[in-house]
Each structure stands twice: as structure tokens, then as C-alpha cells.
Nanobody
Framework: QLQLVESGGGLVQPGGSLRLSCAASGFTVDYYDIGWFRQAPGKEREGVSCISSTDGSTYYADSVKGRFTISRDNAKNTVYLQMNSLKPEDTAVYYC???????????????WGQGTQVTVSS
């Protein structure tokens, strides 16, 4: 059974950092493309970043470029999202998901985690 479990969310002040983890089971993270999405209250779920299983290419939404970094640890079967210079508008529930295509559109992702809350506030 394929499963994704996010962790690492919490409350952080503006300008602070968090690292989210997405632990996979039932498959290996170097076989599926892994994406990070977020959903703020009253808003659509939006793509944040993804990492390709084939060559490790990474993609980012314009809103997080230069601040967020996605990475993969095959030995731990985990994908990370390092978030720096956090802003209040980054507040959302963050989800990781698995797909056979690394794009920032949720429609192609087959497997989803339960989400972790990130709150950026002073």
C-alpha cells in the first residue's frame, strides 16, 4: 500500500525557516515524482514544488523561488521541503503527493499525504 506522511509543520515567525518531510512507504521516492502542494483557507490547492524521479530536476512556483528548496534522500525514502524567509502568505496546509509526471498541477497526482499545517505569524 502506497503511503505518504508529512511532518515538520508548525508555527514560525515571519522570516523564519521550517523543513517539511514527506516519508514514503510502499514505493521508493526515486520511482515516483514527488510534489509539494499547499492549501490556504478558502483557496484552491496550489503546486509549490516538485522533484523528478528520473534526473532529480526540480521545479518551483514563482511565489517560492529562491526561498524554498526541495530535495530527496533515497536512503531514507523521504523528500524534504526546506522553507526559508517565510512570509504570512505562506500559511497553509502543506501536502506531498506522488505522480508519474513532475508538474505543479494537482490533477496528475495519484497519491496524497494527510497534510501538515504551517502557520507564519508574529
Amino acid at each position: 500500500q502506497l503511503q505518504l506522511v508529512e511532518s515538520g509543520g508548525g508555527l514560525v515567525q515571519p522570516g523564519g525557516s521550517l523543513r517539511l518531510s514527506c516519508a514514503a512507504s510502499g514505493f521508493t521516492v526515486d520511482y515516483y515524482d514527488i510534489g509539494w502542494f499547499r492549501q490556504a483557507p478558502g483557496k484552491e490547492r496550489e503546486g509549490v514544488s516538485c522533484i523528478s524521479s528520473t534526473d532529480g530536476s526540480t521545479y518551483y512556483a514563482d511565489s517560492v523561488k529562491g526561498r524554498f528548496t526541495i530535495s530527496r534522500d533515497n536512503a531514507k525514502n523521504t523528500v524534504y521541503l526546506q522553507m526559508n524567509s517565510l512570509k504570512p502568505e505562506d500559511t497553509a496546509v502543506y501536502y506531498c503527493a506522488a505522480s508519474r509526471l513532475c508538474v505543479l498541477w494537482r490533477g496528475v497526482y495519484d497519491y496524497w499525504g494527510q497534510g501538515t499545517q504551517v502557520t507564519v505569524s508574529s
